[in-house]
């Protein structure tokens, strides 16, 4: 038996339950959330990952 076998088959299970193309907003200040919807046209350019991250923060940060 590999020890591995109990990660390998969690991984086997795991899948992605999200919500595509959305964001939850949390304004720790006002103490409120919202879902967001990103912007497609967001998606294409910045192919996700940090890129996407880094146009979030610039277009919406309020500070």
């Known amino acids: 038996m590999d020890s591995n076998d109990g990660v390998n088959s969690m991984l086997l299970d795991w ?3 999200g919500f595509p193309g959305r964001v939850l907003w ?3 200040t006002r103490g409120t959330t919202e879902s967001r919807d990103i912007p497609h046209d967001w998606l294409i350019e910045s ?3 940090k890129g996407l991250a880094t146009r979030l923060l610039v277009e ?4």
């Open 26 to 28: 949390v304004d720790l």
């Open 47 to 49: 192919m996700g990952g």
């Open 60 to 63: 919406w940060d309020t500070t």
């Open 15 to 17: 899948r992605f339950d």
